[in-house]
């Protein structure tokens, strides 16, 4: 069975850091992509950054490139989003997902599997 559980989540003041984790497991680690997406109250599902594991080629999105980074720890199965400098428009639920095929993407609906999300609260 699938699985991929987010965690790190919190309340964190403007500027500060947070590193968002996704332990996956039931599948192998070695054709897959990880993709972290967030969705705030009343907006759509924003696809933030993922990962390849087949060559660890990364996508950004424009909003939070310079800001935020991923990294995996294939012996751990996890998926890491470290964000940095974050701001009240960085508030959101977190959430990751699996693509175990194909090349890496930022659109939500390529994704196979989905974990629950993690809150993000950016504010003093």
């Known amino acids: 069975e699938v699985q991929l559980q987010a965690s790190g989540g919190g309340l964190v003041q403007p500027g500060g850091s947070l590193r968002l984790s996704c332990a996956a497991s039931?599948?192998?680690?070695?054709?897959?992509?990880i993709g972290w997406f967030r969705q705030a109250p009343g907006k759509e599902r924003e696809g933030v950054l993922c990962?390849?594991?087949?060559?660890?080629?990364?996508y950004v999105a424009d909003s939070v490139k310079g800001r935020f980074t991923i990294s995996s720890d294939n012996a751990k199965n996890t998926v890491y989003l470290q964000m940095n400098s974050l701001t009240p428009e960085d508030s959101a639920v977190y959430s990751c997902?699996?693509?175990?095929?194909?090349?890496?993407?930022?659109?939500?609906?390529?994704?196979?599997?989905w974990g629950q999300g993690t809150q993000v609260t950016v504010s003093s």
């Open positions: 990962i390849s594991s087949s060559d660890g080629s990364t």
């Open positions: 997902a699996a693509k175990l095929n194909g090349r890496g993407s930022l659109s939500g609906p390529q994704y196979d599997y």
């Open positions: 039931g599948f192998s680690f070695d054709d897959y992509n």
